[in-house]
């Protein structure tokens, strides 16, 4: 199992983000995390295509971690696949039925790019569990979704325990993924936890963003030795 970190663009600075993600590239991450809002499934409005087609020139060896955080997500597949996406990542809550989300999930595999799928955080962890053998990314929210820079809710790590032996007893191949409130004074427990694909954004971009995400980065590689 790898150990990631996927700083999210959300916290960054849209005016530098040529000089931004070359700094956490520097710092030794294969991911950026890109939250796509739509103003109806959340509040808050963020990007869309075209920011992450801009974004491709500055991040073209790094894995476009895509998060939706909008409404029927299976109309607007292929325009992320287009645009640069490799994992796509959509909400159970987002789709109206079952049906739905095998079909979400299996049109974005169709494109040849990989599957992940996303659970608010009062919704049961369980939920996910059909999809198992479907997907490659369970991402569990820590914060309620659709805005940056929130406080992580303790609850979360029983979540992530949960998640993560809902995978082992699966026996499927699936990457544990946790997004909201990540900070230097945590990670240690979300890791034990079980998560292994850590979304961070206020702590990677406020400040020397370099030198945030090699902390992260450090301590990831430290925890993967461990095992």
Do not use: W
């Not at 909008?70 to 992320?80: A, M, N």
């Amino acid at each position: 199992m790898e150990y990631i970190l996927s700083p999210s663009v959300l916290a960054a600075d849209f005016g530098r983000m040529e000089e931004q993600v070359n700094s956490v590239r520097e710092a030794g991450c294969k991911y950026l995390h890109l939250d796509v809002m739509d103003g109806v499934f959340v509040p808050s409005i963020s990007f869309g295509m075209p920011v992450i087609s801009s974004l491709r020139k500055y991040g073209k060896d790094l894995v476009f971690d895509v998060h939706l955080m909008i409404v029927h997500p299976k109309r607007y597949i292929k325009e992320f696949v287009d645009c640069g996406a490799d994992i796509i990542t959509f909400h159970l809550e987002a789709c109206d039925d079952e049906e739905e989300i095998f079909e979400t999930i299996r049109l974005i595999k169709s494109f040849g790019i990989e599957a992940g799928v996303t659970i608010k955080p009062g919704t049961p962890v369980s939920a996910v569990k059909p999809f198992l053998p479907e997907i490659r990314q369970f991402l569990i929210m820590s914060v309620e979704p659709g805005f940056g820079g929130q406080s992580f809710m303790p609850e979360a790590y029983d979540r992530l325990r949960e998640a993560r032996k809902m995978i082992e007893d699966s026996g499927c191949s699936v990457d544990l993924e946790v997004d909201g409130g990540v900070k230097e004074s945590n990670f240690d427990a979300i890791l034990e936890a079980g998560a292994n694909v850590i979304v961070a954004g206020t702590a990677v971009f406020r400040g020397n963003i370099e030198k945030n995400a090699s902390f992260f980065t450090k301590k990831l590689a430290i925890f993967s030795n461990k095992l």
